[in-house]
């Protein structure tokens, strides 16, 4: 059992590694929220899984359960709530390449 945790506490490091670095190496807003939320939550679940099979059963077990599902709502709504802000704020995704002008925008012949 203890490896199991062991395993589940390597896993939860590697992925807050990973997060963080798609939060430092990502060009905009929209991908490093993507990083963060999604590489954090994995993270933190994991984490806790580890902690509970560390503890066994016990009341601390049924706690860390409460957080996890605590956490594993209220993670992807402020990931959701911070893209909306950015959204309306009009805050643009980074691109590789710039966009086709439209035919409206083509300059005039001469």
């Known amino acids: 059992m203890i490896w199991l945790a062991q395993f589940f506490l390597l ?10 670095l798609g939060v430092l190496l990502f060009p905009d807003v929209y991908t490093r929220l993507q990083a963060s939320s999604t590489c954090g939550t994995t993270s933190i679940i994991s984490i806790f899984i580890a902690a509970m099979l560390f503890e066994g059963f016990s ?3 049924g706690k860390i359960l409460v ?5 594993l709502i209220s993670s ?7 893209a909306r802000f950015a959204w309306n704020q009009e805050i643009i995704a980074w691109r590789k390449f710039k966009p086709r002008q439209t035919i409206s925008e083509d300059p005039p012949d001469d």
């Open 11 to 20: 896993l939860g490091i590697i992925f807050s590694v990973i997060g963080n």
């Open 76 to 82: 992807p709504l402020s990931s959701y709530i911070v």
């Open 59 to 61: 009341p601390l077990t």
């Open 67 to 71: 957080i996890t599902l605590f956490f």
